[in-house]
């Protein structure tokens, strides 16, 4: 079902607009003027908004700027009671799908919302698509990797609960987006929670969503992420990390494929693959009573075990190669080489961050050595840098040792926060999902810290 979203500052416009819409069958939603219709927009999934031009605290034109820089496919249809063509050249230019003069004709304004809606949906499914294919690609092909690649074939041929298991940093969601693009669903969304990111306190919510007024801020209804996922791929990353109060939830809704929203009635089905991912001993868990025995048997229909890159440096040499090439600058047709000797040294590293550290670790020499051929020296140099953060050997402790607690601490969490950012491209989101922490508290450090961020 679309949901509309109607920005006015006319009640009776709110109301014969609602009235019509509601009788399509649209969840409606209404706001009196535009911040507290950006204010729904972020917190609800809307699919097109219905904007008056005049509007008190924000104009309409200023709106659907806002709409169109943070939310690009959702579609605006623009009325105004005092339109001239300057402004509906204007809200065009800006991004609005039509111009609509009030007072306005039902039978117009229901069928552009129809065409809104259907190029609105291609655009969602074409950023679906766009979503599902990984930045990066799995690279390797021992005898270790080739017993993955078997089960993925294997998993992908059915629709059965996958669980993967693996060290950090050892592609875990490459493997659960191959298995999805594979499969029968590869065309149906692929949808990604970080179960270690989200608080028990809103789990709930962001797993099977929530109607508006069902608790403080819940202005709107919002769908789930079980919900977004219908018809294709539900990934629980980091699932061992979720409470055993949220565990007893998810194992009841993977049973039934059925649930309700936070503060709402109405049963909802779902038609959700399942593929879980955790980087802990799950048997040690279950023994600790941390994890659910019955769910570990719902989720470990077909196990995947990835190998740590130290167990399988005979893909050493085609992974550099791959991010050799990537990283290179093309402008001139060079790619950076790596000596036998530089290679060699490489492979007796023993990688604690696996393939995510050897890619940073690949940008950051191409980036930082002016050689076409980069030798032992460089790698010593700039693998010193990197693996600085996971071991706390005597050189990271020299760096402290002279400082009190609480500056060791802060200048250890700004190093953390920034060797985050350069490895999620300094994305907000990415980098606050991979710490652990809401955006807003990681804007706040940033802030604090002074941290650049370079785009």
Not at 398 to 411: G, I, P
Request: glycine share 6%; with cysteine; net charge negative.
């Amino acid at each position: 079902m679309s949901s509309v979203l109607i920005i006015d500052d006319e009640p009776g416009i709110r109301t014969v607009l609602s009235d019509i819409f509601e009788d399509e069958s649209y969840d409606v939603y209404v706001a009196a003027d535009g911040i507290e219709g950006l204010d729904i927009l972020d917190r609800t999934d809307i699919d097109l908004v219905i904007l008056d031009v005049l509007l008190p605290r924000m104009g309409g034109i200023d709106v659907l700027k806002e709409i169109k820089s943070k939310h690009r496919t959702i579609e605006v249809i623009v009325i105004s009671g005092h339109a001239n063509i300057d402004i509906a050249v204007r809200a065009v230019k800006l991004g609005a799908f039509d111009f609509v003069e009030k007072p306005l004709s039902m039978e117009k304004i229901v069928n552009l919302a129809r065409n809104a809606l259907r190029l609105e949906q291609l655009a969602k499914e074409n950023a679906s698509l766009k979503a599902s294919l990984p930045d990066d690609r799995m690279i390797g092909g021992g005898p270790k990797m080739n017993a993955v690649w078997q089960r993925i074939q294997q998993a992908a041929a059915t629709d059965a609960k996958v669980l993967i298991h693996g060290e950090n940093g050892t592609g875990k969601e490459l493997i659960a987006r191959e298995i999805h693009r594979r499969s029968a669903r590869g065309t149906g969304p692929f949808v990604e929670v970080n179960c270690a990111a989200i608080p028990d306190t809103l789990i709930e919510s962001e797993l099977f969503g929530h109607e508006k007024g069902a608790f403080t801020h819940a202005i709107a209804r919002r769908k789930g992420k079980f919900e977004l996922a219908d018809k294709g791929t539900l990934f629980l990353d980091e699932i061992a990390d979720m409470s055993l109060n949220a565990q007893a939830k998810v194992l009841r809704v993977i049973q039934e494929m059925q649930f309700e929203r936070v503060g709402g009635e109405e049963s909802i089905t779902v038609d959700v693959r399942i593929i879980a991912a955790t980087n802990k001993d799950i048997a040690s868990e279950i023994r600790a009573k941390r994890f659910r025995e019955d769910l570990f048997f719902r989720l470990n229909v077909v196990p995947v075990e990835v190998p740590p890159l130290r167990e399988r440096t005979e893909d050493l040499e085609a992974l550099l190669s791959y991010f050799l090439d990537k990283f290179s600058d093309h402008s001139d047709g060079v790619v950076k080489e790596i000596t036998e000797d530089a290679v060699a040294l490489l492979r007796d590293y023993h990688w604690p961050g696996n393939v995510r550290e050897l890619k940073n670790f690949i940008e950051r020499i191409t980036i930082m050595t002016d050689e076409t051929v980069i030798g032992v020296d460089a790698v010593r140099r700039h693998l010193g840098d990197n693996s600085a953060v996971y071991e706390a050997g005597d050189g990271l402790l020299d760096e402290f040792q002279d400082m009190k607690l609480t500056e060791a601490r802060n200048e250890f969490e700004k190093k953390l926060i920034e060797m985050h950012l350069r490895e999620n491209d300094f994305n907000i989101s990415k980098t606050a999902e991979a710490l652990g922490v809401y955006p807003s508290n990681l804007h706040g450090k940033i802030k604090k810290f002074g941290i650049r961020i370079n785009k």
